[in-house]
């Protein structure tokens, strides 16, 4: 370790101190407020290492956070930092060891990749965690460091105090979430010891929602869209930009991404989101709660589906959703496009084959110049049922901070690597412990940002529900 770092003894627990200095502590089990300092330090260090796919960064920062489980006192054995499929990818694989018996193990997950972010498009250093009027703000506090933190740290805190769970508890970082899954993807089909969970625990789905500052509801993620993106282009001769020809590759482009602009997939439901609007409907009144209503009923009207279609939530809640993300066109400013191109990602509804999207579009299109391909391959999976112990422990953490508010069963609009271990056969639900008022948190957008006061919140949360899942007991140092 470099003369730059500095360290601090937490049992036998050394950390890298990046936002703050702090005192010693006793051997014995942290106070909320050395928990909670401990916690921002690990987001500050995450922050500023620019974990974003493709850079290798990814594997510095594994290795950072295996230095504190190593200097924690976990066996070599159980802190793994596993480098693959791709030489730029890092995950690390960390197990709490529990006491002998029959229970199989939870596993944890959490993404340490980022989307980039530039320094002249935000008002803030995005590789910096600034706090600002009560806010974390930089690049990856809601997606998903925040969640990764959580994690760290409260599997730091049960190392610390003694703590033996009746079951393992495996801890996945991965990386390349934010592109193609393919760190968890390899741990998932490359480790055999994690295929034997019995369930998962996902920081990065999930979540509740704030009104006025109050806690409003909190969703247990079961489900989510498939992801599948398609390349659109068009290609043609081109020529001499004074002599413009109607086939123009550009305005041929343009008219295809309008027709899918103007097209909405059909309203389709299924039992996560039909339970959802059915508790939704309880909290909301007059008009909006009718047409709450109408969505979980057997027979939905037109017209709720219309109107709550005019909210991007509800309609992507309730339909597939196709969105051009990208463009490139042209060669140069005096010569007509000899191609053109678009990024159409889509969010499809389970159940909903790929190929039947493919062919909608085609349709949607009906021009010949216009060629869609797949960009990627799509990993459709089947919503994992509710386990009444998840449900439990998620309750008993929710009520302790908000109590009487609502936990509604979700579908995620977004993919998540929960996605590839639902699909390897072990029930996975996002139980994030982070609540943000309905505008969310700007992730992937500037100045991304998270409660101060929430993030703290979440330690508890996952310690409650870590503790009910796995039959706490603590045993002397």
């Given amino acids: 370790m470099s003369s730059s770092l500095k360290t601090l003894?937490?049992?036998?627990?050394a950390t890298l101190v990046i936002a703050v200095a702090m005192a010693p502590i006793s051997?014995?089990?942290?106070s909320d407020s050395e928990t909670r300092?401990?916690?921002?330090?690990?987001?500050?260090?995450?922050?500023?290492i620019r974990s974003v796919d493709g850079m290798g960064t990814t594997e510095g920062l594994v290795r950072a956070v295996a230095e504190r489980f190593l200097a924690a006192g976990f066996p070599a054995e159980d802190v793994q930092v596993l480098?693959?499929?791709?030489?730029?990818?890092?995950?690390?694989?960390v197990r709490l060891r529990g006491s002998p018996g029959e229970k199989k193990p939870i596993l944890?997950?959490?993404?340490?990749?980022?989307?980039?972010a530039l320094k002249s498009d935000w008002t803030l250093d995005p590789f910096v965690l600034n706090q600002v009027n009560g806010e974390f703000i930089g690049r990856g506090v809601a997606d998903n460091k925040a969640g990764a933190a959580h994690l760290v740290t409260t599997l730091l805190r049960f190392k610390d105090e003694g703590f033996v769970p009746d079951r393992d508890l495996i801890m996945l970082l991965t990386g390349d979430e934010e592109t193609n899954g393919d760190g968890i993807k390899w741990l998932i089909t490359g480790l055999p010891e994690l295929q034997e969970a019995e369930f998962a625990l996902n920081s990065d789905a999930g979540g509740g929602t704030t009104k006025g500052g109050a806690g409003y509801s909190y969703g247990l993620q079961t489900s989510e869209k498939m992801y599948l993106t398609f390349n659109f282009e068009v290609i043609n001769p081109g020529g001499h930009s004074s002599r413009p020809r109607r086939d123009n590759a550009i305005y041929s482009l343009s008219k295809a991404l309008n027709r899918i602009a103007d097209y909405r997939f059909q309203a389709v439901f299924n039992a996560t989101t039909k339970g959802l609007f059915r508790e939704l409907a309880k909290l909301e009144r007059g008009q909006l709660a009718r047409h709450i209503r109408s969505l979980a009923s057997a027979r939905p009207s037109k017209r709720s589906i219309k109107e709550l279609s005019k909210d991007p939530w509800y309609n992507a809640m309730i339909r597939t959703t196709c969105v051009a993300t990208r463009l490139e066109a042209g060669h140069a400013d005096n010569a007509l496009p000899q191609s053109a191109r678009a990024t159409v990602n889509c969010r499809i509804m389970p159940g909903l084959a790929a190929a039947e999207v493919e062919a909608t579009l085609n349709r949607i299109v009906a021009d010949p110049q216009v060629s869609i391909s797949r960009d990627n391959e799509p990993v459709p999976s089947d919503p994992s049922p509710l386990r009444a112990d998840v449900m439990s422990a998620v309750k008993m953490a929710v009520e302790a901070?908000?109590?009487?508010?609502?936990?509604?069963?979700?579908?995620?609009?977004?993919?998540?690597d929960g996605l590839h271990v639902r699909n390897a056969g072990i029930p996975t639900y996002g139980v994030n412990g982070l609540f943000s008022n309905p505008r969310g948190a700007n992730a992937h957008g500037m100045n991304e940002h998270v409660k101060v006061e929430q993030f703290y919140a979440g330690l508890k949360h996952w310690d409650m529900i870590l503790k009910a899942l796995s039959s706490s007991r603590t045993t002397a140092d």
């Fill in 108 to 116: 944890l997950l959490a993404h340490i990749d980022v989307v980039d």
């Fill in 9 to 13: 003894r937490i049992g036998r627990l």
């Fill in 401 to 416: 901070r908000y109590p009487g508010i609502p936990i509604l069963p979700t579908m995620s609009t977004g993919a998540t």
């Fill in 37 to 48: 300092a401990v916690a921002r330090e690990i987001l500050a260090e995450m922050v500023a």
């Fill in 27 to 30: 051997a014995r089990a942290m």
């Fill in 83 to 93: 480098v693959g499929p791709r030489p730029d990818i890092g995950n690390l694989v």
